[in-house]
């Protein structure tokens, strides 16, 4: 108190003397002008104060800017929403299946009870929940972005929220590089508190409110049936609802604090539950230091914004994983415990015997639940109606992905809808998917390495989740600091950093939608995540980033309606119609290697040149071909006659019944009848595409001539002396065909 009045003192201007005062109020390490300005200049620009170095305000504002831009697209509360619900009533099924399956073993009558009497009540709570969530929407965007909290960010400390001190310090006390940090600092506030820019974290932070209340109010309902349960004991025919409501009431309305506003800490077990379906539970062990490595580096938390939600979203995964959740640390504690001292099970939300009936249940439920996804899902798998991440092979995904293959998709028949967001069982689908693809890979280099596929796709598909895969992207740049996937991935923070960057994306898929052949540059990545400014490239002087081209039958892929890409510009779960044609079905099936199919040909690479691929692709699929005499207007249309043949259904079964034959499983795929017809036949196709796209009409005749002109030399005449040469020294071979049957 002596420090800050003698500071009042030496200071005259009123303004700043407020500052004094706010700061007084939250540091007990000011003493001295020195201090003050060497305190005020760390929250503002970060830096060391007193031994401690601290991100400033500045940073922490640019990246709530990064963060907004990053969650501005509209499918970001869906995927919360569908998210938090999916978690909090499978929580519930759980239970109930648990407590009804432990009833006959346990004689715990009250625990199967009490826990249809939470999972009804979650479906009773509906028309109230709407009314709470209306509320919370109008609450949240008149609240500043500072007060806004959700599983994506905590609001500021007390002592970082001194934003008008901070200016008024700036303003007659700092330098001219404190007054240029705090602008920034000020302007980057601002855009986060702009009511567009940052319509995601209130909108998120309403439906978490509105979760809560839900919670809260089936807890109450699960608490009011165990309560009337225990003054009415085995004569169920005196319990009434004027019973049950009475001690509903006592328990919710316990649970809110003086101000009026819910507080689940009140009870251990609900807050425990509703911080792990909303995956804001606290990190620990190694989870939260590489949370405080990406904090204390600002360089590199672009690339891990999201670790508290990222790590719980694969714990509760892990729970929910038949056999596997039984190596949990959670679920042994659980289940290994005795006597009445819950003082071990505290961190779990555990203190009386009720609620480790409850966990217990829950635990047993997960096993029942889970089996039967798994085996439903294995089903599907086995019935074609489920893929995964694809091959480990990176060049041979993208071309199943050219065949028209679709990752991570559940099928209906024909119309497949994107799963990712369907956790916890997302990663447990795509799981069974990956291990069933990369063990039916053949030859030499997939015996020797099927096992290690499998593991590397199950990891990629961890890290895959849309706020794990930034994670990805810093070990690809510390292996190759100046790579292509270094490139995309700056490209990604320069986007991200300026507002609106995920709505920016979703506009521009919907007025562009059809899939584009990129280059690993910078500008291209940028470009293709706003891809509605594509149709103001010819002004600029460029073209317009060419489309992606199905290999079979040339039509564009992502080639939607308006009605589809408006649904998947705002649904969480895409949806799309595959082609299921025999033939493209035999050429995935088939192992045939897809891998060189359009990034080269004639001795000329295509891998730095999207344009000619794109162009490539399409003559591919588009132009007719010959098979056995007959004439087919594209590759589709040929693979779809050969799949009916006789003697290429019998070589497609001779390769399955190898595949898991360790005699057998090393032969070359390319040694199978089918595979030798489905090479002749996109042989064919590329000749000619090639022929077609070399013409001087074609457009890519330019590109083409530029492409062989840097690598044969500066002329066509010195272009044909080079093959002439070429030709004398190394002759042309030609394969035979592997014999018919």
């Known amino acids: 108190i002596v420090h800050m009045v003698n500071m009042l003192n030496e200071q005259g201007n ?9 700061v007084f109020k939250v540091s007990n390490d000011v003493h001295n002008w020195k201090d003050f300005d060497a305190w005020m200049k760390s929250k503002i620009s970060g830096g060391e104060f007193k031994g401690k170095v601290k991100t400033g305000m500045l940073i922490k504002e640019l990246q709530g800017v990064m963060v907004n831009s990053i969650l501005s697209g509209p499918k970001t509360p869906l995927r919360a929403l569908i998210g938090t619900t999916t978690n909090s009533y499978l929580n519930a099924i759980n239970e109930a299946v648990g407590a009804t399956i432990r009833a006959p073993f346990t004689g715990d009558i009250v625990s199967r009870k009490a826990s249809v009497a ?51 310090w700036a303003e007659t006390r700092g330098t001219d590089g404190d007054k240029a940090a705090y602008n920034m600092y000020n302007t980057a506030r601002g855009l986060n508190n702009n009511k567009l820019l940052s319509w995601s974290p209130r909108v998120l932070q309403a439906v978490d ?44 309305k316990h649970l809110f604090d003086g101000e009026g506003n819910l507080d689940l800490a009140k009870d251990s077990f609900l807050n425990k539950q509703f911080k792990e379906v909303t995956l804001t539970t606290e990190l620990d062990g190694v989870a939260r230091q590489l949370d405080k490595v990406f904090n204390d580096i600002p360089l590199i938390k672009p690339f891990y914004l999201f670790a508290r939600t990222g790590i719980n979203g694969l714990n509760f995964t892990y729970k929910n994983t038949p056999l596997l959740s039984f190596l949990h640390k959670e679920s042994i504690d659980i289940l290994r415990h005795t006597g009445d001292d819950f003082t071990d099970l505290a961190r779990y939300g555990i203190e009386n015997a009720a609620d480790l009936a409850n966990a217990r249940s829950l635990f047993a439920g997960r096993q029942v639940v889970g089996t039967t996804v798994v085996s439903t899902v294995s089903g599907l798998y086995m019935a074609d109606q489920l893929t995964g991440n694809g091959p480990a092979d990176k060049q041979l995904r993208q071309n199943w992905i050219n065949a028209g293959w679709k990752p991570n998709h559940l099928y209906i028949g024909d119309v497949g809808f994107d799963y990712t967001s369907l956790e916890p069982f997302n990663i447990i689908f795509s799981t069974i998917a990956d291990i069933g693809d990369n063990m039916e890979l053949m030859g030499s280099e997939w015996a020797e390495k099927r096992l290690q596929a499998a593991a590397f796709v199950i990891g990629r598909g961890l890290q895959g989740k849309t706020y794990m895969s930034g994670l990805d992207q810093l070990m690809q740049i510390a292996q190759n600091p100046i790579g292509p996937a270094s490139t995309k991935a700056f490209a990604n923070v320069l986007n991200n950093s300026v507002p609106l960057a995920g709505m920016r994306n979703e506009f521009g898929k919907w007025i562009n939608p059809h899939m584009k052949e990129l280059n690993s540059d910078m500008f291209t990545s940028i470009r293709n995540r706003n891809l509605a400014t594509e149709a103001f490239a010819p002004l600029t002087g460029q073209k317009p980033l060419p489309r992606k081209s199905d290999l079979l039958n ?36 088939s192992n045939y290697d897809l891998k060189s199919t359009t990034y080269a040909y004639g001795g ?19 132009v007719p071909v010959v098979y056995r005499g007959k004439k087919f207007k594209n590759v589709e249309a040929a693979l779809d006659h050969l799949a009916a043949q006789p003697d290429i259904q019998n070589s497609m079964k001779e390769m399955k019944s190898n595949v898991n034959n360790p005699a057998k499983m090393d032969i070359n795929p390319s040694t199978y009848p089918h595979n030798t017809s489905i090479h002749n036949i996109m042989n064919q196709a590329r000749s000619k595409a090639w022929a077609i796209i070399t013409q001087p009409t074609h457009p890519a005749y330019a590109d083409i001539e530029k492409l062989k002109t840097k690598k044969d030399g500066n002329t066509t005449r010195t272009r044909q002396n080079r093959n002439e040469i070429l030709e004398l020294s190394f002759p042309r071979k030609t394969i035979d065909n592997f014999p018919k049957n």
């Open 118 to 168: 939470k999972l009804k009540g979650m479906f009773e709570v509906l028309p109230e929940a709407w009314t709470v969530f209306k509320t919370n929407w109008d609450s949240t965007f008149n609240a500043d972005i500072a007060n806004i909290k959700t599983r994506y960010n905590e609001p500021a400390a007390k002592a970082e929220n001194l934003w008008h001190a901070q200016g008024k």
């Open 554 to 589: 040339g039509k564009p892929i992502k080639n939607w309606n308006i009605i589809g890409r408006s649904f998947n510009a705002v649904s969480p779960i895409q949806m799309d119609v595959r082609s299921n044609s025999p033939g493209r079905k035999l050429l995935l099936d």
């Open 14 to 22: 009123d303004e700043l003397a407020g500052a004094i005062l706010d």
């Open 209 to 252: 409110e509105t979760f809560k209340h839900i919670l809260a109010r089936s807890r109450s309902k699960e608490i009011a049936m165990r309560q009337a349960l225990d003054e009415v004991g085995d004569d169920f025919t005196k319990l009434t609802p004027e019973i049950l409501g009475r001690y509903e009431d006592i328990h919710f």
């Open 604 to 622: 000329y690479s295509f891998v730095q040149d999207a344009g000619i691929r794109a162009h490539f692709q399409n003559a591919i699929g588009t």
